[in-house]
């Protein structure tokens, strides 16, 4: 019978066809072992190990009792008849049958490995939907599943930058800011999804959501952070804000400003054409993602 538990977006088990309902989990300890089962490489977990991460207070002889305990409520929780199936005993190890067994983390991570390979942007759509709002979230203090939480939002925060760049590059400008949003919402206190949200809405010729992407980024930086936007991120919204044009197309001169996407080269070269000659005024370098800020009180 295959065994299927999923992390991402909260913990939830089935067996075969059948839910594990959440009552089977009412005791925190067995549901800990299932996690920790479900993370380890291969799914196979030395007891010392698990005692030191679940009991690091108690004396080894006491927490090898409740190790027992947790051990064989998780196997009645998961399958009441056959549990030792679903947990079994390798001498010191103790393994999640790695035939029958499917996690959704893993799941996950080959999703995302296999878009790089593929590089078609159709290919990250499952990892970004298998992601639910990252790992555990109803276990926000367990010291066990913080490493590897951060490991699972680098991963999917890549994803979501790969698939924005590559949906830019081919003129998909809707399809790049909807994906930017997940980047928005992933990291909020970032300032680099909210300009590459400036930089796009620019590009097509949305100026009005361009100052509104920027003015979100500087509300959530002075509130949380008591900071302001970069100096880049400062030039860029000014940048925006100066061009009055009423055609919401944007000029050629703007559009050398707010970035270089492949997209756009050509129709660059056309507009720059039809523009009338202005003065070149100092380069605005694209803006550095990395940066979230700086403090007002420091300037």
């Known amino acids: 019978m295959d065994v299927r538990i999923e992390l991402l ?3 939830r088990v089935s067996v075969g066809t059948r839910v594990v309902p959440e009552t089977a989990w009412r005791q925190r300890k067995p549901a800990a072992l299932v996690k920790l089962l479900a993370l380890a490489p291969g799914h ?3 007891r010392e190990r698990a ?11 006491a927490a090898a009792a409740n190790l027992r305990k947790a051990v064989h409520y998780a196997r009645r929780g998961l399958a009441p008849s056959d549990g030792a199936l679903m947990i079994v005993s390798r001498g010191e190890l103790l393994c999640l049958p790695a035939e029958r067994v499917r996690v959704d983390v893993d799941e996950f991570l080959a999703a995302v490995a296999h878009a ?5 942007p159709n290919d990250y759509e499952r990892p970004i939907t298998l992601y639910r709002g990252g790992l555990l979230p109803d276990d926000p203090y367990e010291d066990w599943a913080i490493a590897r939480r951060d490991e699972l939002h680098s991963e999917y925060v890549a994803a979501l930058e790969e698939l924005a760049s590559m949906l830019e590059a081919r003129g998909d400008v809707d399809g790049a800011v909807r994906i930017v949003r997940q980047l ?3 990291e909020p206190l970032r300032d680099d999804g909210y300009l590459r949200l400036v930089r796009l809405h620019a590009l097509a010729g949305r100026r009005s959501y ?3 992407a920027y003015e979100r980024l500087r509300d959530v930086l002075a509130a949380e952070l008591g900071a302001e936007p970069s100096p880049e991120a400062q030039r860029l919204y000014e940048e925006v804000r100066a061009n009055r044009i009423s055609d919401p197309e944007l000029s050629a001169e703007l559009w050398e400003r707010v970035g270089d996407c492949a997209c756009c080269r ?8 039809r523009s009338p000659r202005h003065s070149k005024p ?4 694209t803006p550095s993602y990395g940066s979230i800020g700086r403090s007002p009180a420091r300037d």
């Open 210 to 212: 361009a100052l509104r």
């Open 116 to 120: 790089r390979r593929s590089g078609d």
């Open 282 to 285: 100092a380069a605005l370098r």
């Open 9 to 11: 977006g909260g913990f």
């Open 51 to 61: 005692m030191d991460v679940l009991w690091p207070e108690l004396d080894p002889a």
């Open 266 to 273: 050509a129709t660059r070269t056309v507009r720059r054409r």
């Open 184 to 186: 928005v919402a992933a």
């Open 44 to 46: 196979r977990l030395h």
